[in-house]
């Protein structure tokens, strides 16, 4: 299990280190929601998160199948319910511990910041990944 919480840290969750994929993703939403010119993230089934402190200190932006999980006093964007609420996309940046997954791709290239260049080999999709 991995260990993650939120900037203040009122609010911290466990997840199992059983992503099935992760991504970095430029799509507008994306970076509006975490402030940067992408965001990192992993994916998992939903089941497979829990949290361990602060339940009632989340902010839930969106519906219930498919939102954003905040903290309520510092505003860090810890996981996305995705999917018709089946799975979750843990923040990268939240983890306290490393997980042994690393992102494979950058999506929503074709929406990317302009002022952003992406220096790494990592393929690049103009949107989803196809298939």
């Keep these: ?18 992503f099935i994929y992760a991504l970095n993703c430029h ?20 089941d497979k998160l829990a949290l361990t402190k602060g339940a009632d200190g989340l902010l839930i932006y969106g519906k219930p199948d498919n939102h954003d999980a905040h903290c309520k006093s510092c505003g860090s964007l810890l996981y996305s319910v995705v999917r ?8 990268l940046g939240t983890l306290v511990d ?23 080999d990592l393929p690049q999709h103009d949107g989803h990944i196809p298939g």
């Design 98 to 120: 490393a997980p042994t997954i690393r992102p494979t791709a950058h999506i929503f290239v074709g929406s990317k910041a302009p002022w952003c260049t992406i220096t790494d």
């Design 84 to 91: 018709g609420g089946a799975f979750v996309h843990v923040t």
């Design 1 to 18: 299990m991995l260990a993650g919480k939120c900037y203040c840290g009122a609010v911290a969750y466990a997840v199992a280190d059983e």
């Design 27 to 46: 799509c507008s939403g994306c970076r509006r929601v975490t402030g940067s010119a992408f965001k990192p993230f992993a994916g998992i089934a939903r």
